[in-house]
């Protein structure tokens, strides 16, 4: 356990990277309104043009890690994660920032898919979810650390140095991460399931020693042998009728987790406390509050996952923030949100995402499709996901100011409301099986 978790932690370094550069436009997206003279649909795009590239990036993760390998591509992920810091940072006009946090998306689009998939693909079953959700746990710490690293280089300037120079800073400062994730990566060894796919069971059998133990490890080579010699690895196989059902899973899963709303509270989480009243200090305090919540609770859903179980959690987290989003919604529609009411259920909403949507559909997403195809069908399902994040990063700004909080809120709570059904439904229970053990879940005479 201590080869796999410290591995696991490495490729989990991608998950912060995610978290940072996701969330970093939040604290720099007020200045660049101002000194671009942004309308709001600009300020959308502003935010929402990193998710092109990651959609991009998702949609190129599967055939680039099935052909090179998942380590290589995480590096060539870390590389283009580091261009993109940096090029943020240094853009005269808009367009060389649009052009930027593109290349920047594709880096993170590629990590987004492949370190789940990577961390899913070394981990013994037993452990798999929560060593899969050290990616979550990654992802919320690189939020949560941007919140106040944005405060602390706001804070070194009058308003004039913030609107000219804080915001670059703020993506610069992504550098740093970047560049150690990319040492790393030197380090950790290559998934010995992609090995045995190409071929190269030799080399794979030291990886799985050292994970399972010597009688263990030969039974697991066995297995993955056996689990390719069953499929072709087309595209096409996962819409016959066996698999049809784990990629609605997939994708269905992907594309609640967003449009459920966090990454509108994510992006625009200063934005939505100035709208109950709070000044910029304040609503920047608050924010770093959001990042701790979601800190705190993806730690107790690395605890939960193993034991409680994915469904189970999933179905307590959408029914908890079904209530949230309604309140919220509620207490900007009766005008009740200059008090402490709309901060309190924004918190309870972040923490029944992080226990749940937030670790928890990344993990299904990993371990549901099959060895041959997993790359790819991680891919689509990830796509999906980032397209849905576009959608809604986009539409948020003019969203809230046509229709207001109150309709826009109550929007997401409906989602959420069809995460559960979809969840009570469609979802099956994976605690404890092996991913072998989750493929025959697909099998035609249980489809």
């Known amino acids: 356990m ?5 591995v696991s932690m490495v490729a989990a370094l991608g998950g912060l990277l995610f978290g940072f550069d996701t969330a970093v436009v939040s604290g720099a997206i ?33 055939v680039l890690s099935e052909r090179l390998g998942r380590k290589k591509t995480l590096i060539a992920a870390a590389v283009l994660f580091i261009i993109g810091s940096l090029g943020s940072a240094i853009p005269s006009t808009f367009n060389g920032y649009i052009i930027a946090r593109i290349i920047g998306g594709i880096g993170i689009g590629l990590t987004s898919t492949l370190c789940p998939l ?17 990616n979550q746990l990654a992802t919320v710490t690189g939020i949560f650390l941007v919140y106040f690293i944005n405060m602390w280089i706001a804070g070194m300037g009058d308003d004039a140095w913030d ?3 804080a915001w670059r800073w703020m993506f610069g400062f992504g550098v740093l991460p970047g560049v150690v994730f990319l040492v790393l990566l030197f380090f950790v060894p290559e998934s010995p399931r992609w090995l045995i796919k190409q071929g190269r069971a030799e080399e794979s059998l030291p990886i799985l020693l050292r994970i399972h133990g010597e009688t263990l490890a030969k039974q697991e080579v066995l297995d993955i042998k056996e689990s390719f010699k069953q499929e072709n690895g087309s595209i096409r196989q996962l819409f016959s009728p066996a698999l049809r059902l784990a990629l609605i899973v997939g994708v269905g899963l992907a594309i609640l987790q967003q449009v459920t709303g966090i990454n509108a509270i994510m992006y625009y989480a200063p934005e939505i406390f100035k709208q109950t009243g709070a000044g910029t200090n304040a609503a920047l305090i608050q924010t770093i509050l959001v990042g701790f919540i979601n800190f705190v609770f993806t730690i107790l859903a690395i605890w939960l996952i193993d034991k409680v179980g994915r469904k189970a959690l999933l179905l307590v987290g959408s029914s908890v923030m079904t209530i949230c989003l309604a309140v919220i919604g509620l207490a900007f529609q009766t005008g009740h949100a200059s008090g402490p009411l709309v901060l309190v259920f924004i918190l309870l909403y972040v923490a029944a995402f992080a226990v749940s949507l937030g670790p928890v559909v990344w993990v299904v997403m990993s371990e549901i499709f099959p060895n041959r195809i997993r790359g790819k069908a991680t891919a689509i399902a990830s796509m999906a996901l980032w397209a849905a994040d576009y959608v809604v990063s986009q539409a948020f700004p003019p969203m809230l100011a046509s229709s207001g ?43």
């Open 118 to 134: 990577y961390n899913a693909e070394i981990a013994p079953a037993k452990y798999r979810g929560r060593l899969v959700a050290l």
């Open 405 to 447: 909080p109150a309709i826009t809120f109550w929007t997401f709570g409906i989602m959420a409301l069809v995460t559960f059904v979809f969840t009570w439904r469609v979802i099956p229970e994976t605690k404890g099986k092996s991913l072998e053990e989750i493929e025959s879940l697909w099998a035609p005479d249980k489809a």
């Open 163 to 165: 609107v000219s120079t």
């Open 2 to 6: 201590k080869f796999v978790t410290l």
């Open 30 to 62: 007020g200045f660049m309104k101002e000194r671009f003279d942004l309308n709001e649909l600009q300020v959308g795009w502003a935010v929402s043009s990193l998710i092109i590239g990651c959609i991009a990036g998702a949609a190129s993760a599967g």
